[in-house]
């Protein structure tokens, strides 16, 4: 079989970054099953999605410098094989240890994620890239939407580890499509270039490359904050049962996807500052609506909720931008710059909803909520700001 000599199709790159999705979500409805199976506690085997999410950051620091190195095909097959093997050995774990060490190995699918959007820059301009991250977008945000409803069915057909021998198998054909289909994207200039402004290290020191990577850290971090918060809200001030509340987060991801879609058509005309200014805007402004409403005394949660889902549209409009705009400030680190952002971003996450768990009041917490969520929507909107006036500035004068 002969290997790919060039860039892969759109779908292969929606697949591994769907695949990349899956493999944090779908087995979710699992974990008490799996924790009565392997004689643990429920804490201990949570610790598969909070672990996990923090081996993820780990491993985008390394996957991304890595594939500028040594290229982006040998990482994402390497890191396939890696994925299919712990997926294997995760469903025929006896112990919860041992299911926890694979479990924490799965997390090397997070480089089809992170190189899938380092890929789209290799291949195309700034604009033309956050126009087609805004459509993997969109196509991906099906997979956290419909992954846990095929993990509860794989569940209750065949047991736990039917979700594991799903990402197996997926594992395997998927590294039969990237064989076949990934060719080489990384700039061949150099392999081993070692000047100062291609160094990794010098992006760490790039202002707009921080400007970017903060702005997708808070966008995104809006998000854990209304999940980390919205469970207690709708339990506590509005009642409503568990099912309204997954239809009211279900809709700020379909609001993401329409996000997505709109800048796939508009991203190629506009500067990817206006569009991630845009999708600011727009999430500012919803959730400023909606603490007005409820300082008005208009309590409801429809009225709540409604002012939420601005944010996944703004999202799904800002972050295919902000992503491909840190890929574009040294276009030759693509790799690097999606590993960093996505750390960033994950490490960001953490973070806020630490601080919204510790900080979000147990009585009449939506208006609180609503404020947190604008403070973090307001800081991307400054970053946005601080990288209008960067790129604005001469490139000798935004140096420190």
Not at 44 to 53: D, M, P
Not at 256 to 272: D, S, W
Not at 335 to 362: D, E, K, R
Request: with cysteine; proline share 4%.
């Amino acid at each position: 079989m002969m290997k790919a000599q060039t860039p892969p199709s759109l779908l292969t790159l929606i697949l591994l970054t769907g695949l990349s999705t899956l493999s944090l979500n779908m087995f979710l409805p699992s974990l008490a099953n799996i924790a009565v199976e392997l004689e643990a506690d429920y804490a201990t085997v949570s610790l598969a999605v909070a672990g996990y999410l923090a081996v993820t950051a780990v491993i985008q620091l390394i996957v991304g410098p890595l594939s500028d190195r040594i290229g982006r095909r040998p990482v994402l097959l390497a890191s396939l094989l890696v994925f299919t093997g712990a997926s294997l050995a995760c469903a025929l774990a006896n112990d919860v240890w041992t299911f926890l060490a694979f479990r924490m190995l799965q997390g090397g699918m997070i480089a089809g994620y992170a190189l899938s959007f380092a890929i789209v820059r290799d291949t195309t301009s700034e604009r033309k890239a956050a126009g087609l991250i805004g459509y993997i977008s969109t196509a991906m945000a099906i997979a956290p939407m419909l992954g846990p409803m095929l993990g509860g069915v794989l569940d209750m057909a065949a047991g736990w580890q039917a979700n594991f021998y799903f990402y197996a198998v997926s594992g395997v054909i998927l590294f039969v499509i990237c064989w076949v289909d990934l060719g080489e994207t990384r700039c061949t200039r150099a392999e081993h270039d070692v000047k100062n402004s291609e160094r990794v290290f010098d992006l760490l020191r790039e202002p707009l490359f921080w400007a970017y990577s903060f702005c997708s850290a808070f966008s995104v971090g809006t998000f854990y904050i209304f999940l980390t918060g919205a469970p207690l809200v709708a339990q506590t001030q509005f009642g409503v049962t568990t099912a309204e509340l997954g239809f009211f987060i279900g809709s700020i991801t379909a609001d993401f996807m329409l996000g997505g879609f709109i800048t796939g058509r508009l991203a190629t005309k506009y500067e990817p500052t206006t569009m991630m200014m845009a999708g600011r805007l727009v999430a500012c402004c919803g959730i400023t609506v909606g603490i007005f409403v409820i300082l008005a005394g208009y309590v409801s949660p429809l009225l709540f909720f409604g002012s939420t889902i601005f944010i996944g549209l703004g999202n799904g409009i800002t972050i295919p931008c902000s992503n491909a705009a840190a890929m574009s400030v040294r276009p030759n680190l693509a790799g690097s710059a999606a590993g960093l952002n996505g750390a960033l971003v994950v490490a960001g996450g953490a973070i806020l909803t630490t601080l919204t768990g510790a900080f979000l009041p147990a009585e009449e917490p939506a208006l609180v909520l609503l404020i947190f969520m604008l403070t973090a929507s307001v800081a991307s909107l400054l970053t946005v700001l601080l990288a209008m006036r960067m790129r604005d500035t001469p490139a000798d004068l935004n140096v420190s």
